[in-house]
């Protein structure tokens, strides 16, 4: 068995802010353990009640993530190394997951950039063309 989350695990659990794996650790000691769900009820209590330590507002305010353009920058390859090397650290080491987010999204439409297709883009080019195909064969006989 493993052994009980901190306060802080938990915290993080509930903001979403933790890999994949330790989420889904924790969300089954949660799902077995009910001392632990009512530790992490009182957790969330005393937090929404106004309990403001530096840390929880450097976390809640995500104040070491990059922005979304510093995001894009590092996905140009137009960072300084330092800047790079610590994005890098932010999305391997640390594993943000709301900064994972943010860079799979930029990466995504960049590459829609590329090509100029989106989604939507093809999805009506679609419905023109199978709305005109039967009309453009039977003007041309």
Request: proline residues 3%; negative net charge.
């Amino acid at each position: 068995m493993q052994p009980l989350p901190t306060d802080a695990d938990l915290l993080a659990y509930a903001d979403e802010l933790l890999a994949a794996d330790e989420a889904a650790a924790i969300e089954e000691q949660l799902r077995e353990t009910s001392g632990l769900r009512q530790r992490l009820a009182m957790l969330l209590k005393q937090r929404d009640q106004g309990g403001h330590s530096l840390g929880e507002v450097w976390r809640r305010q995500r104040l070491s993530c990059p922005s979304r353009s510093e995001l894009g920058t590092y996905l140009l390859g137009a960072m300084d190394a330092d800047a790079a090397e610590y994005v890098e650290f932010h999305l391997h080491t640390i594993g943000c997951s709301i900064c994972a987010a943010n860079l799979a999204d930029l990466q995504e439409r960049q590459a829609s950039d590329a090509t100029g297709a989106t989604p939507e883009r093809e999805s009506r080019r679609q419905r023109y063309f199978e709305s005109s195909a039967g009309r453009l064969s039977s003007e041309r006989e």
